[in-house]
């Protein structure tokens, strides 16, 4: 029993070590089962191709420098449009989300040889904003899903939602224009990188 523990700990440590993240920075089952559907987030030193915790000496770059993210869905179908978000369900923190689902960025009318290319264009509803949790709020989720549009239908965002990205009612966004089951979803979390 006593090898049992001890290779047990030994592989914790291991994967702690392999991944640079400290130990209470492993996913949970919860935070990983969230990704399914092939979607591919590329940013400069970072691709999140499954849930994961951003590494924190990525953690400055992430929330101060890079921009925008190209996004690839490879069977995104050609001929349809697609919405893409990606929100914070964790603002200000995921122990206090009075303001969650904050709105990062949304675009619409995205075509679907676009997605299968990671050359992301439509139209912006909400221009992406960084990831950049408070100081000493822990871990975020920053949630990325694609939608498939149905035809015909012009998606906006309403005078209140325009007014603030926080407490964004996603799910009510979800139902006003038919958005029905995301496609493919990804998460990545990330903490203030001063923390």
């Known amino acids: 029993m006593y090898l049992f ?7 914790v440590l291991c994967a702690c070590h392999l991944t640079k993240a400290t ?3 492993l996913l949970t089952a919860e935070d990983a089962e969230f990704c399914k559907g092939g979607l591919k987030v590329f ?3 970072l691709v999140v191709d499954k849930c994961l915790i951003v590494p924190q000496r ?5 929330s101060m420098e890079w921009g ?9 179908e050609e001929e349809k449009k697609y919405t893409l978000l990606m929100v914070d369900p964790d603002a200000p923190s995921r122990l206090n989300p009075s303001r969650s689902y904050w709105r990062h960025w949304l ?7 676009a997605l299968q290319t990671g050359d992301v264009r439509g139209t912006e509803l909400s221009a992406y904003a960084r990831p950049t949790p408070p100081k000493g709020t ?23 939602e325009k007014r603030s990205r926080g407490n964004w009612d996603l799910q009510a966004f979800i139902q006003r224009f038919g958005l ?3 496609k493919a979803s990804l998460q990545f979390l990330t903490q203030n990188y001063k923390d």
């Open 180 to 182: 029905s089951g995301a």
């Open 23 to 25: 130990c209470d920075e």
């Open 5 to 11: 523990y001890t290779s047990l700990i030994l592989c």
């Open 68 to 76: 925008s993210p190209e996004v690839l869905l490879p069977h995104a």
């Open 138 to 160: 822990g871990l975020h989720r920053y949630q990325i899903l694609v939608f498939e549009q149905p035809k015909g239908r012009k998606l906006s965002l309403t005078k209140e």
């Open 107 to 113: 675009l619409v009318d995205i075509k679907g040889e």
């Open 58 to 62: 990525i953690r400055e770059k992430i």
């Open 43 to 45: 940013y400069p030193d």
